[in-house]
């Protein structure tokens, strides 16, 4: 399988999609959030880019039906009832509900990929099942969402365990970018923390207070659940 | 002094390098091809973004002080004096000569760069005096041209063999981009050819004959001109 990288958000450019399976990965936080989410029963995200269009997207629900959630500068926004720590989605907030979802980085991928085959949600929670998932699937891209427009290793190195993990399953044909990633990932890919030390975008959740969002995003295949976007909906595959 | 990278030209933005200390790195070959001609004695490169401009720009010089130069596929331009194969700009050639200079992807990020503060041109050939040049210099951007749009290894292992070298005398601050590439470098930093050896321009070069600039591009620090460009024009620094 042929495996492409892009490696933030604004370098999606629709002749690098089109037609092809592509996984985006928002690491810290917004995949994480999915993945976790899905499982505790949430039925639905719809991602949205902006606030505004949040609120304008929950008028058309019933209350009870839905919750606004998402951050801006990495907290929670006025209002809105959940933020983008992934262990706030428990089940007793989240079953059967609609998630009305804007982040800063995450969604903005998201609504840009409307020439792709099919789009899944990868973290390192959900790796494993999204992996196997993949073992029919050909030409996949990886779509690292970044931060604020700019790289950002913590979605690079995921893309980069997604690499590590097929190879031992399929033979793939890597782009340099994709190379690059990997041997960046590989002396340090059992030590998560280690690898992904220096990361801009940990450095900055971990000074907001969100630590334990970071801990428990780098757990590697904790999950079964292989999120899917149908129709402008993010789904449990 | 920090440190980011531009992965490929068209992620240039007026923003990334507004005010700030470029260093242009096309090791396959346009960088190359620059420091050999400057070491023989050429005058200047002028940097052209097409074929047809360079024919435009010919004519405004006698026909003695100019030679056409640059490639298209990696292949010699017809009726132009010299391809991108750095070899061939001997001192016979070039000496006193103003070079005309369009190729696919090297030159395309030269005229992007006008908010720069000042613009280097960086290669394997002549690292250590490029490394030098910054000791005094803060705040640079290392922009890899990247091949046909897209990243490429062997300018990303370019700038990341920059950064190894400038670590080793002054304090810096890297960007995610910065560390990834860094980690990338630094287990194969002795052998780049092992390190290179599945990137897709290089093994374009090969298959297209070019196997001698390759191995010429690869080595590390024989030359001391750093290349500048000032007013439109590459010269001696």
């Known amino acids: 399988m042929k495996i ?27 995949s994480s959030v999915m993945v976790t ?29 839905i919750l606004l959630c998402g951050e801006r500068d990495t907290k929670t926004i006025d209002g809105f009832h959940l933020g983008n720590s992934p262990q706030a989605y428990t089940q007793d907030k989240v079953a059967g509900k609609t998630l009305i979802f804007t982040t800063s980085n995450g969604t903005r991928a998201l609504n840009r990929l409307k020439e792709a085959a099919e789009v899944f ?12 998932r993949f073992l029919r699937l050909d030409n996949v891209v990886l779509v690292c969402s970044g931060t604020n427009n700019n790289f950002s290793m913590d979605d690079a190195m995921c893309a980069a365990f997604f690499m ?9 044909m890597l782009s340099d970018l994709s190379i690059t990633l ?11 923390h280690l690898l992904l030390k220096d990361c801009y975008h940990l450095n900055l959740l ?17 999950s079964n659940i292989v999120p899917e976007m149908k129709n ?5 595959g």
Do not use: W
């Not at 958000?9 to 810290?28: C, E, F, G, K």
């Not at 990997?182 to 998560?192: T, V």
């Open 121 to 132: 949600i990868g973290s390192f929670l959900n790796m494993e099942a999204l992996v196997n």
């Open 37 to 65: 989410a899905l499982a505790n029963g949430a039925n639905a995200f719809i991602p949205v880019s902006t606030v505004d269009e949040a609120r304008q997207k929950a008028v058309m629900y019933h209350e009870e039906e």
């Open 232 to 236: 402008g909906r993010i789904i449990r």
């Open 4 to 30: 492409d990288v892009i490696p933030y958000a604004s370098a999606i450019r629709p002749d690098l999609i089109d037609n092809r399976y592509v996984v985006v990965i928002d690491v810290l936080r917004a």
């Open 164 to 172: 590590d993990e097929i190879m031992k399953k399929k033979a793939v």
């Open 182 to 192: 990997l041997k960046a990932f590989q002396k340090e890919r059992g030590d998560l």
């Open 206 to 222: 971990k000074r907001n207070g969100f630590g334990d969002d970071v801990d428990y995003c780098l757990q590697k295949s904790i």
